[in-house]
């Protein structure tokens, strides 16, 4: 059965762990010359590894996240940045 209710999804502890693969990723990505945000949304959409970079195991930590919670940790601090959260 399908509901209209709003799911509300909370990762909790799962979000500093999610930061801190994007930031590691995101690091590697850079040190090997790569767009980051490029990358990311590639691997984010398509869910194929080969956009993240083997480089600071990068590939392997990445892939140890739920694409869904890397959303969530990405979208959270976009929203905190931007102050639009409550």
Same mark, same amino acid.
């Given at each position: &059965?399908?509901?209209? +209710?709003? &799911? &509300?999804?909370?990762?909790?502890?799962? +979000? %500093?762990?999610?930061?801190?693969? *994007?930031?590691?990723?995101?690091?590697? &990505? %850079? =040190?090997?010359?790569? %767009?980051?945000?490029?990358?990311?949304?590639?691997?984010?959409?398509?869910?194929?590894?080969?956009? *993240?970079?083997?480089?600071?195991?990068? !590939?392997?930590? *990445? !892939?140890?996240? +739920? !694409?869904?919670?890397?959303?969530? =940790?990405?979208? !959270?601090?976009?929203?905190?940045?931007? =102050? *639009?959260? %409550?």
């Amino acid at each position: &059965m399908v509901s209209d +209710e709003t &799911m &509300m999804f909370s990762f909790g502890v799962e +979000e %500093n762990r999610a930061a801190k693969v *994007i930031k590691t990723a995101c690091q590697a &990505m %850079n =040190e090997k010359g790569y %767009n980051p945000v490029h990358q990311l949304v590639g691997y984010l959409l398509s869910g194929d590894p080969a956009y *993240i970079t083997s480089h600071l195991d990068a !590939r392997s930590k *990445i !892939r140890k996240v +739920e !694409r869904d919670e890397l959303l969530e =940790e990405l979208v !959270r601090t976009y929203l905190e940045r931007a =102050e *639009i959260q %409550n």
